[in-house]
């Protein structure tokens, strides 16, 4: 195996366990604490996975990224459920599968770009449908305007900030497997 394709599926992997990590936690949280949460949640839990959402698609390009991408939204409702987030993890899951898929098709339009660009870029309307849908499926109508507009500002700029994060952690993490292998 060379050394990409490790860095790769060690990465795949880290990047997994924050995704769900983050989704549980930002759906138990909101159960526990009510709307006022997502907002917080959106910054550092959602903007999390927007961001993780981007990475995993050039790792897992090819067949095998929709199954992968929807058996993780899946993963990460159902580990929902066990902590007591029943309804706030069924709307997480259609708001994810909903602007996951928009985020994807945008992701993927941006090709050539540089990954900031094609990362940040997609985020802005993955974001946004995911701040409309959420709300509105977890609270009900009417839409709660403030937090849906305080969630989209807060996954954006999240999202902004892990890539900052990530990006750090896989130049760091490429350059010691580097240096062990010489």
Known sequence: MQLTDRINLNLSNILVAGYLLAIVTANYLVTTYGPWISVYNAFFFIGLNITTRDYLHSIWQ???????MFLLIATGSIL????NAGWIAFASFVAFAASEGL???VYHQLGDYPRWFKVNGSNLPSALLDSILFPLIAFGWPLLWYISL????AKVLGG???FVIIQGLIWSYSQVKE???L
């Open 150 to 153: 305080g969630q989209f500002g």
């Open 103 to 105: 985020d994807a098709i």
């Open 80 to 83: 929902s459920v066990f902590f």
């Open 179 to 181: 240096r062990k292998l």
């Open 160 to 162: 902004a900030v892990w």
């Open 62 to 68: 090819g067949a095998r990224l929709k199954r992968n």
